[in-house]
């Protein structure tokens, strides 16, 4: 089983979400939050931070932390045929500077606003909605219950 763990930015403001759009390798495009995989030695709170200013152009600053969410995604629709672990740090994080652009040579082909209502018609990562339940519920335990995938929503 492969493992990786990332921080995620869950950047909400006046009924909206900041979004990312990732293009996959095989040019498949799928919304998604900003963030990461957090470097070795790196602390989450500072892997987001960074992810945010890579992949938006954009400073930010952490408010709070979230939540943490794990799971395991099954080797017939994981990346690399392997079984994967995703561990993710998900952070409430606002904008404080920059402007919004595409992640030079990177995988992020725009970030835009989007309102909530929006979200539900979009092809998305489960991460959009395991960070939006999060920011919306603010568990005392910090975790949701799991995101069912298929349809609009990708692991």
Same mark, same amino acid.
């Given at each position: 089983?492969?493992?990786?763990?990332?921080?995620?930015?869950?950047?909400? *403001?006046?009924?909206? /979400?900041?979004?990312?759009?990732? $293009?996959?390798?095989? #040019?498949? @495009?799928?919304?998604?939050? +900003? &963030? !990461?995989?957090?470097?070795?030695?790196?602390?989450?709170?500072?892997?987001?931070?960074?992810?945010?200013?890579?992949?938006?152009?954009?400073?930010?600053?952490?408010?709070?932390?979230?939540?943490?969410?794990?799971?395991?995604?099954?080797?017939?629709?994981?990346?690399?045929?392997? *079984?994967?672990?995703? /561990?993710?740090?998900?952070?409430? $994080?606002?904008?404080? #500077?920059? @402007?919004?652009?595409?992640? +030079? &040579? !990177?995988?992020?082909?725009?970030?835009?606003?989007?309102?909530?209502?929006?979200?539900?018609?979009?092809?998305?990562?489960?991460?959009?909605?395991?960070?939006?339940?999060?920011?919306?519920?603010?568990?005392?335990?910090?975790?949701?219950?799991?995101?069912?995938?298929?349809?609009?929503?990708?692991?």
């Amino acid at each position: 089983m492969s493992f990786r763990l990332a921080a995620y930015a869950v950047c909400i *403001e006046d009924g909206r /979400v900041l979004l990312a759009h990732h $293009v996959k390798p095989d #040019g498949e @495009r799928v919304w998604t939050l +900003p &963030g !990461g995989r957090v470097e070795h030695g790196e602390d989450p709170f500072d892997a987001v931070v960074r992810e945010v200013a890579e992949e938006t152009g954009c400073d930010a600053v952490v408010e709070r932390l979230l939540g943490v969410d794990s799971r395991v995604i099954p080797a017939t629709v994981a990346r690399a045929g392997v *079984e994967h672990q995703n /561990v993710g740090v998900f952070y409430r $994080v606002r904008l404080t #500077g920059g @402007r919004l652009r595409p992640e +030079p &040579g !990177g995988d992020i082909a725009e970030s835009v606003w989007t309102a909530f209502a929006d979200v539900a018609r979009l092809r998305r990562s489960s991460l959009v909605d395991v960070g939006l339940a999060l920011a919306r519920t603010l568990p005392a335990s910090g975790h949701v219950g799991p995101v069912p995938v298929g349809g609009l929503i990708q692991h």
